[in-house]
């Protein structure tokens, strides 16, 4: 399974953005699929995941009521709706897949978002 990431651009403090995530083939139903960030100087860190089978979420306080993830099956897609954008969430993000949430064993290439205040 390859992933091709995008939706990333330049946006302001405040403003949404969506990103997309399609993959070359079917996902396996116990699979997570995240996205994960990293931003200049930083470390990589997870900011959502979803199991691919029971659509079950995971965010992490620091986006946790702003980002939100889901799927589309049929489209072999995952979104990360991304709103009320601040600066410190300026940074590459990644979407990745894996037996289990943090394990990741597939990444795409990254997608650029930037967010000016």
């Known amino acids: 399974v390859q992933l091709q990431a995008s939706g990333g651009g330049l946006v302001q403090t405040g403003d949404s953005l969506r990103l997309s995530c399609v993959a070359s083939?079917?996902?396996?139903?116990?699979?997570?699929v995240g996205w994960v960030r990293q931003g200049p100087g930083k470390e990589r860190k997870l900011v959502a995941n979803i199991r691919w089978g029971a659509g079950t979420t995971y965010y992490p306080d620091s986006v946790k009521g702003r980002f939100t993830i889901s799927r589309d099956k049929g489209k072999k897609s995952v979104f990360l709706q991304m709103d009320s954008l601040k600066p410190e969430d300026t940074a590459v993000y990644y979407c990745?897949?894996?037996?289990?949430?943090?394990?990741?064993?597939?990444w795409g290439q990254g997608t650029l978002v930037t967010v000016s205040s």
């Open positions: 990745a897949a894996g037996t289990s949430i943090g394990e990741y064993l597939v």
């Open positions: 083939g079917p996902f396996l139903s116990s699979w997570s």
